[in-house]
């Protein structure tokens, strides 16, 4: 299972306290066997946290999992919970989501409903 946040950037405030509340529950997330990561539209620069920054710089992966608002032409923030190729969980919107501690537990509750043996 993968949790991914797809993020605006460090000039978003927002984004950076988004961050910096996932980092401080990402061994929580890789407790349960939850990789994490982020994408971001801008490059990160020398920001580091507990999970890879990753870059998107033509919005691609933000346009194919819907983060991308066509309408005003500008990326959306976004959560997901992937597992064995299936969205479990998702959030998308103009306000980061940052309950992770919530999430953890919603995590728990989807990965054992969708159990299915060993992985």
Do not use: S, Y
Not at 21 to 34: C, H, R, S, V, W
Not at 51 to 68: N, V
Not at 71 to 83: R, S, Y
Not at 90 to 114: I, K, M, T
Request: glycine content about 8%; charged content about 20%.
């Amino acid at each position: 299972p993968t949790l991914v946040v797809f993020w605006l950037g460090m000039q978003c405030p927002h984004c950076v306290e988004q961050l910096q509340a996932l980092d401080q529950k990402a061994k929580d997330f890789a407790d349960l066997g939850i990789d994490v990561l982020a994408i971001g539209n801008l490059p990160a620069g020398d920001a580091t946290f507990g999970f890879p920054l990753l870059h998107d710089a033509d919005l691609a992966t933000f346009r194919a999992w819907h983060c991308f608002d066509e309408f005003e032409a500008m990326p959306l923030h976004g959560t997901f919970v992937i597992d064995r190729g299936q969205v479990r969980w998702q959030d998308v919107g103009a306000a980061p989501f940052v309950d992770f501690a919530w999430l953890r537990g919603e995590c728990q509750r989807l990965l054992h409903l969708h159990a299915v043996g060993p992985k």
